[in-house]
Structure formats: structure tokens, C-alpha cells
């Protein structure tokens, strides 16, 4: 599995394109419509996007969900189950605050829940930065798709609508403790780590 990460919208975001040896390709988080970079490179790597899949409903993951669907037709949208108010729910996606504007998206989506697996990704549930926040896991690869949970040396805020501090902790232990010392770790705001490093980061700083 292959991936780049391509840094969207006013915050950055990392939003993450995943392809395989078949060249399909899936993109997890679209923050933002500005997605030229995006659209060129799949262009140029014939690639095949079959996903967007979004690892929470915060407005800088969700921003160009409704331009990529316009881009791309064919492909189809993941979120949480516990988010899919997120999409159209400015209160909850916090779009106008991000973005300026209150965000909806418009198109159809397929919830997610723990267990699930999508393009190869075991889906894990991860509440605390928002009640519906998921990490994406590839056994093949070994890398870990984090959002706003895990990030280096840090993790997401928990003040925000639906977040709480107590869940956090117990999402952050529940991947420090099952998921390999040596998993690469991808957030959404901080350059990669690997998961024992935050582990133990975690652990001195008592959040679990």
C-alpha cells in the first residue's frame, strides 16, 4: 500500500491518498474544494478513486467532500455512524467557524462502525475528539490512519461539541495497547511517529 499525504485548507489538514498494486485508490479526510493537486496527481498515476473516507465530521475534514463527488461521481463517502449528523450540522461540524460558511454535503454516504473493514483498513472506534471518531489500521502495511485522536507527541482536543476528555483516554490506550510499537502513525496535523514513541509520551504524561 501506498500513500502521500496532501496538506488542505486553511488549518493543513493531512489528508491522506492510499493506493494499491491494482491502482485504486482511496482518500481519507477532503478538506478542503481547492483539490487541484489532488485530481492531478491520480490523473498522472492512473489511479482509480473508489473512497473517500473520513475519519471524523470536523468542517477541515469534511470542506471538499461535496467538490470531489462533483470531481468523481463514482465513488462513495465514509463516516462514523455516530456522525452522520456531522455532515450537514454546521452546530457539530464547526464548518462556519473553519471555513467561514456553513458546511453540508449533499450526496449519498455509507456509515462506518468498529469492527468494518474498508480498502484493506480495519475500522476502530476512537471517541474523545468528537463521539464518532475512527483510526484506520493496514496489517499489511503496518500504518495507522489517526485523524485528530493520535497526533506526534500530542492528540486531538476533547472541549469541542460531542468530545470528552475521559474517552479520549481510553481510545488513546485502547491503540497504544493493541495496535504494534512499530505502527506508523499518520495524523492530520503533525508529520508521521510511531505508535510506541506516543505510547510511552502518553503514559509520562498520565493519560493512561
Not at 9 to 26: I, M, P, R
Not at 167 to 173: C, R
Request: with cysteine; charged share 25%; glycine share 8%.
Amino acid at each position: 500500500m501506498k500513500i502521500k499525504v496532501f496538506p488542505l485548507g486553511s488549518y493543513k489538514t493531512n489528508c491522506y491518498l492510499v493506493w494499491n498494486n491494482t491502482n485504486e485508490a482511496s482518500l481519507f479526510d477532503c478538506s478542503d474544494s481547492t483539490l487541484q493537486n489532488i485530481v492531478s496527481f491520480i490523473k498522472e498515476h492512473n489511479l482509480v478513486l473508489k473512497n473517500v473516507i473520513l475519519t471524523h465530521g470536523h468542517g477541515d475534514h469534511i470542506g471538499g467532500t461535496n467538490e470531489i463527488k462533483n470531481i468523481f461521481p463514482e465513488i462513495q463517502l465514509f463516516i462514523g455512524k455516530e456522525e452522520e449528523k456531522f455532515l450537514t450540522d454546521a452546530s457539530l461540524n464547526l464548518s462556519h467557524a473553519i471555513q467561514g460558511f456553513d458546511f453540508k454535503y449533499t450526496g449519498e454516504f455509507t456509515l462506518l462502525k468498529e469492527g468494518d473493514s474498508i480498502f484493506g483498513f480495519d475500522v476502530i472506534d476512537t471517541p474523545g475528539h468528537t463521539i464518532g471518531s475512527k483510526c484506520f489500521y493496514n496489517k499489511e502495511s503496518n500504518f495507522m490512519i489517526s485523524g485528530d485522536t493520535l497526533f506526534r507527541r500530542s492528540y486531538g482536543r476533547y472541549d469541542l461539541p460531542t468530545g470528552n476528555l475521559s474517552q479520549l483516554q481510553k481510545s488513546l490506550k485502547k491503540i497504544c495497547e493493541i495496535y504494534p510499537e512499530d505502527t506508523i502513525v499518520y495524523s492530520a496535523h503533525t508529520e508521521p511517529t510511531l505508535l510506541g514513541e506516543e505510547r510511552r509520551v502518553l503514559k509520562s504524561q498520565g493519560m493512561f
